[in-house]
């Protein structure tokens, strides 16, 4: 089953309930939380997440692709599961089949879908959704009319379920993001009143939105990071969130260096003084980013260790001179909690130049998933 003999990612599902009852618990009783789970739940797993998360009451769940949903259904969850993004028209009757909810954001894939359900019988789920000043999909609506919107949701073999947006600086603009839902709700508004129907949900919320601004919430957020316990802004975000990921390696090598002798690919570190090196069988094939080369620090002991020189494909070296009594098989924690120290994913994306969310998505399937 799962191997700790080399590197491995441990998944608290326990933290991942706590981030869960912390987002309930801001929003009112008639909001729905909707849990993406995109990209296998951020690198968390998507089945053992989507598991937790209907034992745990969820309402829906987001992924990006057909695929993604397939393998939610494959694998027995049966929440209602909203793709983000482009399908194949040619899929509506698949998609229909498993109980899978697409957004619209155009007007011409609508029609293919609808034309592609004519004769089979079946209906396909759908959730509109609109751009209100993200720039990315969606129907325009900043002021004006969604008619494009309109004529999709007229179609007929299209029943629509939801209506949505997605936020561009909802963890730093209250103004622009406050812009965007005033927009969203005139556009949805106008809609209904077109449509004589109403939208049973209405979302825009991403995490942003969900710890920041209770009136964007409507009736469904939609926090993807913030499940997964980390803020979407770490300098001006801070709530009570629990990462759920702890990224842990073990020492497959140490070794002693004299002083001057050069250490991994490009020669890039040279040892300053007699120094124990280690070998950790961790590289950015596992996910551990190249450009932090020579620049992150680990947890070893409950200590912090220093990375030195290039990463490789499948390993790297910490200097590990300051470390009394270390063997092989010494656990190192690359992010995540050793003991009662911490060193947060966000540390190493400040010094790679992004974001959380890319580092944990970059955990690559070779490392085994261990469930806590
Ligand atoms: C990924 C995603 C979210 C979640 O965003 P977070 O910043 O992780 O909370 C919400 N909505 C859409 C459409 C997304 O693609």
Redesign the pocket.
């Known amino acids: 089953m799962y191997t700790t003999d080399r590197t491995w990612a441990e998944i608290h599902l326990d933290r991942i309930a706590h981030n869960y009852s912390l987002l309930r618990s801001l929003t009112p009783d008639n909001c729905h939380i909707l849990a ?1 789970v ?1 990209a296998d739940a951020y690198g968390h797993g998507a089945v053992p997440v989507s598991r937790l998360l209907a034992d745990l009451g969820c309402d829906y769940l987001a992924v990006t692709c057909l695929s993604e949903a397939l393998a939610l259904r494959d694998n027995g969850i049966s929440l209602p599961l909203l793709v ?1 993004s482009y399908t194949n028209p040619g899929d509506a009757a698949l998609m229909a089949d498993r109980g899978i909810t697409q957004a619209v954001f155009s007007l011409e894939t609508a029609q293919a879908m609808s034309h592609a359900l004519a004769g089979t019988g079946r209906t396909l789920s759908v959730h509109i959704k609109l751009d209100t000043g993200m720039g990315r999909l969606g129907f325009a609506a900043r002021g004006q009319e969604p008619t494009d919107a309109l004529a999709a949701m007229h179609l007929p073999h299209l029943d629509v379920q939801g209506i949505f947006t ?1 936020f561009s600086v909802a963890d730093e603009d209250d103004a622009y993001t406050l812009e965007q839902t005033a927009y969203f709700t005139r556009a949805a508004d106008w809609l209904e009143g077109q449509w004589g129907q109403t939208f049973p949900l209405r979302h825009a919320a ?3 939105g969900a710890l920041r601004l209770p009136a964007t919430y409507l009736n469904m957020i ?5 499940l997964y316990g980390l803020s ?1 802004n770490p300098p001006l975000i801070r709530a009570d969130l629990r990462p759920a990921m702890d990224l842990k390696t073990r020492i497959i090598q140490v070794r002693q260096f004299g002083k001057g002798e050069s250490i991994s690919y490009g020669r890039t570190y040279e040892t300053v003084a007699d120094q124990m090196i280690a070998v950790i069988p961790a590289g950015y094939a596992d996910g551990l980013h190249r450009t932090l080369s020579g620049k992150m620090e680990m947890l070893l002991h409950g200590q912090r260790v220093r990375q030195v020189g290039r990463i490789c494909m499948d390993a790297c070296m910490l200097d590990v001179s300051a470390i009394e009594k270390l063997s092989v098989g010494d656990p190192v924690t690359i992010f995540g909690q050793d003991g009662g120290k911490t060193l947060s994913v966000d540390e190493h994306a400040a010094l790679a130049g992004t974001i959380s ?1 890319e580092l944990l998505c970059a955990v690559s399937p070779r490392v085994p998933r261990l469930y806590l």
Do not use: E, L
């Not at 939609?222 to 913030?226: E, F, K, L, Y």
């Open positions: 993406p995109k983000f997605h991403n995490s942003g939609r926090p993807g990071i913030a979407p969310y």
